[in-house]
Nanobody
Framework: QVQLVESGGGLVQPGGSLRLSCAASGFTINRNAMSWYRQAPGKERELVAGFIGLSLLTTYADDVKGRFTISRDNDKNTVYLQMNSLKFEDTAVYYC?????????WGQGTQVTVSS
């Protein structure tokens, strides 16, 4: 079964940190382009961070550069998003994505709420 399961979201104060995890099953992450998206209320889903193609090169949205880091552990078949210096505007549902052949595989999403 091809599946992505996100975890690690929650409520955090501004300036805090969270690490999101995306556990993949049914496929090997290093054979697929992996990325993180988010969708805030009233906004379109946007790319937050991703590996470019199947490489280790990465890309980030401008507003998260220097604060977020995407990484992966191939042995654990898991992708991570380390989020530091969180801001109110980072509040969103965060989704893991895998490009799998002609399809995009999405996780169920994990809620990140930044609030004081």
């Amino acid at each position: 079964q091809v599946q992505l399961v996100e975890s690690g979201g929650g409520l955090v104060q501004p300036g805090g940190s969270l690490r999101l995890s995306c556990a993949a099953s049914g496929f090997t992450i290093n054979r697929n382009a992996m990325s993180w998206y988010r969708q805030a209320p009233g906004k379109e889903r946007e790319l937050v961070a991703g590996f470019i193609g199947l490489s280790l090169l990465t890309t980030y949205a401008d507003d998260v550069k220097g604060r977020f880091t995407i990484s992966r552990d191939n042995d654990k078949n898991t992708v991570y998003l380390q989020m530091n210096s969180l801001k109110f505007e980072d509040t969103a549902v965060y989704y893991c994505n895998a490009k799998w052949g002609s399809f995009n595989i999405w996780g169920q999403g994990t809620q990140v709420t930044v609030s004081s």
